[in-house]
């Protein structure tokens, strides 16, 4: 690992969630490392990298409507291969497809994306079933700053992943690097969320956003079964059919495999980590865990990037 006593500057996306946390975790490693939050497309220019924290992506989706031309100096600073790190929340801003329902994609148009995932809003569960699992570490960073905080260790040993309201990666395409997956139940809204899904995929529709609004039954006699799906759309609406036919003409056709469930228990193995260039997304908390080879990683791609571009 080479070490460089380059200054980095990395922006945190402040509009809702634990954006302090990520600050305190970066400034942590090096005193060569500052962090500074970002609210306004203008604060973008002079950062080296950008982290999107985890929160709650719909509330993050309605704030940051609220600031003109945010997303669009998102979606271009991300394209332009610029350093992102989306957590929980912030991975769902940077899918390109997201269901479960979310107020981050309208009309078929991710607010940010950048990432070719399908990611499940909510797989895990409710506030209430927050966790923590071992997750897969990350891989070892390419540079490190000198004089940095040593955060290796026993740099195999499992991530402490904390999963809040945790989404989770379904598919991922060609050019996505899987850097880590775990094998999990989905919640009872997610089942059924799954369910529809794998109808659609059957039926051969191009799933790029949707919504579930009811859950699972459970038998008088026990087990369970699938409730009736409904997506979420205004009945009124009667141009409905007419912006759907307009999303399939700006998405082309993907094709979707779904991670296989266990006829016991219905678990499956899914995604929790992915890369994609520069851009990185996991799908748990890392800022929360008491464990910083995640930031230390992301660092390492920052400070690689920045190398390249001088």
Not at 54 to 66: C, F, K, N, R
Not at 211 to 233: C, F, M, P, W
């Amino acid at each position: 690992m080479t070490t460089t006593n380059q200054s980095i500057t990395i922006g945190v996306l402040a509009l809702q969630g634990a954006f302090e946390e990520h600050q305190r975790s970066i400034e942590s490693l090096s005193p060569h490392l500052r962090t500074t939050q970002i609210r306004t497309p203008s604060q973008l220019a002079n950062i080296d990298g950008i982290i999107l924290p985890g929160g709650e992506s719909t509330a993050m989706g309605l704030i940051g409507d609220a600031t003109p031309g945010l997303w669009e100096a998102l979606r271009s600073y991300v394209s332009g291969g610029k350093p992102t790190w989306g957590t929980c929340a912030g991975m769902i801003l940077l899918a390109d497809r997201c269901v479960g329902t979310s107020a981050v994609i309208t009309k078929g148009q991710s607010l940010i994306g950048g990432v070719d995932i399908l990611v499940c809003r909510n797989y895990f569960g409710s506030q209430i079933s927050s966790f923590e699992m071992n997750t897969p570490p990350p891989p070892a960073p390419a540079l490190a700053l000198e004089g940095g905080r040593e955060v290796g260790g026993e740099r195999e040993r499992p991530f402490p992943g904390v999963f809040i309201r945790a989404p989770a990666i379904l598919t991922a395409g060609p050019d996505v690097e899987v850097l880590g997956k775990v094998v999990a139940v989905p919640c009872r809204a997610a089942a059924v969320v799954l369910q529809e899904l794998e109808r659609k995929i059957e039926a051969g529709e191009n799933v790029v956003q949707m919504g579930v609004v009811d859950a699972l039954e459970r038998k008088a006699g026990g087990g369970i079964s699938y409730a009736n799906v409904r997506l979420h759309k205004d009945v009124n609406n009667t141009n409905f059919e007419e912006e759907k036919k307009e999303v399939n003409v700006i998405h082309e056709r993907i094709s979707i495999d779904l991670p296989g469930a266990s006829d016991e228990t219905n678990a499956r193995e899914v995604i929790c980590a992915v890369r994609k260039g520069n851009i990185l997304c996991t799908a748990f908390h890392p800022e929360i865990a008491d464990d910083l080879r995640w930031h230390s990683y992301f660092v390492g791609l920052v400070m690689e990037a920045k190398q390249k571009a001088s």
